[in-house]
């Protein structure tokens, strides 16, 4: 918030310059850019103040006078500015971080061990039989990233893509490889979150209705029915994935808006000894 000192400065310095700007059309137009940027910063409209003050620079940068109670002015609005855009993101981090807690007792945590390389999270509606069925389930990796798992019998279709399809909707997930060398009893791809999240998406829009799966891009196109439980899961997975996204991303945003905040101070500190 500005020094009450400093606002009134700032304002007979305004009201002196107008005084006497009659003979220069320029210098009024630069000193009205500053009374309005000051103006705009005291009413909370910090885009605006920081406009003005940016269309001052770009019209008149020969007006030094206004020029320089525009740099006075600058690192107040950043700081108010900064202020705000913390205040709305600790708000949404709040939100997310509610979310995760409301629905972290849905899933189950299978840590790291010999037969698994990567501890993950999995939704308590996935059937403990899956590996045995036509199927595709989501994980969470620990960073909150989504993927999925793809489940097919046999090993000749060759499948390097999902799609699901539900009340007249579909969605195709991004391909991956399916190696040639790997003879294993069933066909079982790992779609990353860049090829799974169309799958996550579809999965909340038709959330509460079974879908059709159906393993693409091999020799044949296989499908499974899935049940409005298992879509569910796969939703909420979804769901989850995109709250942890977002408070990992929220916190580093965090913090990079708090050094914008000290730096903002600082230079204000600076303007005003």
């Not at 199927?135 to 499948?159: C, D, K, Q, W």
């Not at 079974?210 to 499974?224: E, H, W």
């Amino acid at each position: 918030m500005l020094k009450e000192a400093s606002k009134q400065l700032l304002l007979a310095a305004a009201l002196t310059l107008c005084a006497c700007s009659g003979e220069n059309p320029d210098k009024a137009a630069a000193e009205t850019l500053v009374a309005e940027a000051a103006t705009a910063l005291d009413r909370g409209d910090y885009a605006q103040a920081e406009a003005l003050l940016d269309s001052l620079s770009a019209t008149y940068p020969k007006q030094i006078e206004a020029g320089r109670a525009a740099l006075g002015l600058r690192p107040r609005v950043m700081e108010r500015k900064t202020e705000q855009e913390i205040a709305d993101l600790q708000v949404e981090l709040l939100a997310a971080s509610a979310y995760v807690d409301s629905v972290r007792g849905l899933f189950n945590a299978v840590p790291a061990s010999d037969d698994v390389f990567e501890p993950y999270m999995i939704h308590k509606d996935v059937p403990a039989n899956w590996r045995d069925r036509n199927t595709a389930v989501a994980r969470l990796s620990p960073s909150g990233e989504f993927y999925v798992i793809s489940s097919l019998a046999g090993n000749t279709t060759r499948h390097t893509a999902l799609q699901l399809s539900a009340r007249g909707l579909s969605a195709t997930s991004g391909s991956v490889k399916n190696d040639p060398e790997d003879r294993l009893s069933r066909e079982s791809l790992r779609f990353p979150a860049a090829a799974a999240d169309t799958l996550g998406s579809l999965a909340m829009a038709i959330d509460g209705s079974a879908a059709t799966l159906t393993f693409v891009g091999g020799k044949k196109s296989p499908t499974a029915q899935l049940s409005a439980k298992e879509v569910h899961a796969l939703a909420d997975t979804y769901r989850l994935s995109r709250a942890m996204v977002t408070i990992a991303a929220g916190n580093r945003r965090l913090e990079q808006l708090k050094a914008k905040l000290q730096l903002a101070r600082d230079q204000a500190a600076r303007t005003n000894e």
